[in-house]
Nanobody, 126 residues
């Protein structure tokens, strides 16, 4: 079992930056692909970024490519999401997720993830 806890959300002005953290419990964390998703009320959960077990492969949604960076420190059981050049459209609850898949490197669908955090709110003011 893996438990995920997100932190780092908050209120920021447009053009600003935030860094989200996802701290995990469980010795198997380094064997799991991890992703960030986001969701606004009334909309489906949206893929943001994912990172492979080793951290050597990443994938991003087109909407955040070039502005967001996902990284991980397996020694600390933590995954990060550095978000730069934020816009009001980035406002959402951000969720960290981990996949038990042994075959997928960087899954991008929410149904491919088995463990989820409680989410952290990011609000970008214009």
């Amino acid at each position: 079992q893996v438990q995920l806890v997100e932190s780092g959300g908050g209120l920021v002005q447009a053009g600003g930056s935030l860094r989200l953290s996802c701290a995990a419990s469980g010795r198997t964390f380094s064997t799991l692909p991890v992703a960030w998703f986001r969701q606004v009320p009334g909309k489906e959960r949206e893929f943001v970024a994912t990172i492979s077990r080793s951290g050597g492969t990443t994938s991003y949604a087109d909407s955040v490519e070039g502005r967001f960076t996902i990284s991980r420190d397996n020694a600390k059981n933590t995954v990060y999401l550095q978000m730069n050049s934020l816009s009001p459209e980035d406002s959402a609850v951000y969720y960290c997720a981990a996949s038990r898949s042994w075959t997928l490197v960087t899954p991008t669908r929410s149904t491919q993830y088995d463990y989820w955090g409680q989410g952290t709110q990011v609000t970008v003011s214009s």
